[in-house]
């Protein structure tokens, strides 16, 4: 019986094809690779796509902290308008770090073993998801202050929220102190201050509550809001003083009564000012004096054109 041609032909490629296969083989010594070395090449892509993850949720928690802070934050007493703030305070490094493991956690996953199995959106929202939920609960436990104030404190490079709130309060000729009380001047009238220069300051107290009065004399780390009135002799007339809310991982709750008090403060120097210009116009404009009192600088402070009442 004749052989079918086609048959013939087939049988006639294979057999072209396993010689070729054969001689690669042997020419380049191409030897199996045990199972196991598949199995632990495998499970290496599941520990870095897992390890991408990771550092894509500590980004996230690290965001999710700054981003508690800036809602809380006095900006009106640094920028000029929130966008400013918030544009300058944002963790790019860590927004950028949290793509780019976004990225490498996808690639990893389709380096699996079941990983092309699935559509590319299925992968990349998944490993979004995990980092964004394992960020929310790494920042419950704290993470992402511990971690922004630590890399901050060892990586000069690193602009942490803890060295941007320095920077922007440690600013006295702009009406912004940081530091801490040291003792009374001898007129027992002006608290003696140091800021975190080491400079020592002479603070004018005369619109202070008795609360800002306890809490600057507290000893402890302050920031203290007002103008400088005599920059060769450091006098500084102060008109809130607020806790540093670095030293610790603030809650939810300390960082709104640390804004609840600042516009209270603000309202009540608005307050005042008003009252006092009218006293003089009433009084004092008539014999072409100027108002006589040491009340009512703080009502002319930055700030105070910066928000709206």
Not at 16 to 21: A, G, N, R
Not at 123 to 145: D, Q, R, T, W
Not at 266 to 295: A, I, N, S, W
């Amino acid at each position: 019986m004749n052989k079918d041609p086609k048959q013939q032909n087939t049988n006639d490629t294979k057999s072209v094809l396993s010689e070729s296969v054969l001689s690669r083989i042997t020419h380049e010594q191409v030897s199996p690779m045990p199972k196991w070395c598949f199995t632990c090449f495998n499970y290496s892509i599941w520990v870095l796509w897992a390890f991408s993850v990771l550092i894509g949720a500590l980004s996230v928690a690290v965001l999710i902290y700054v981003g508690d802070h800036a809602r809380f934050a006095l900006y009106e007493a640094t920028h000029e308008t929130p966008l400013s703030f918030f544009v300058e305070i944002l963790p790019y490094v860590w927004i950028g770090a949290f793509i780019a493991m976004s990225g490498i956690a996808y690639y990893n996953m389709r380096k699996t073993k079941t990983g092309y199995k699935y559509p590319m959106w299925h992968i990349l929202i998944s490993s979004i998801v995990f980092s964004l939920v394992g960020g929310v609960i790494l920042n419950l436990f704290g993470v992402g202050y511990l971690i922004d104030t630590q890399v901050g404190r060892h990586m000069p490079a690193y602009r942490s929220l803890e060295r941007f709130e320095t920077e922007v309060w440690q600013k006295p000729t702009q009406g912004r102190l940081v530091g801490v009380f040291s003792t009374m001047d001898e007129a027992d009238v002006l608290y003696m201050f140091t800021d975190t220069q080491e400079q020592e300051w002479s603070i004018d107290t005369v619109e202070l509550r008795k609360p800002d009065r306890e809490l600057l004399s507290s000893g402890h780390q302050v920031r203290v809001l007002g103008t400088t009135t005599d920059t060769e002799a450091r006098i500084f007339h102060a008109c809130g003083v607020f806790p540093w809310m670095l030293n610790k991982n603030p809650s939810v709750a300390d960082m709104q009564n640390d804004r609840k008090v600042f516009l209270e403060r603000m309202y009540e120097h608005m307050e005042t000012g008003d009252r006092l210009k009218g006293l003089e116009r009433e009084v004092f404009d008539q014999e072409k004096h100027q108002m006589p009192f040491k009340e009512g600088l703080c009502a002319e402070i930055a700030v105070m054109k910066r928000m709206q009442f």
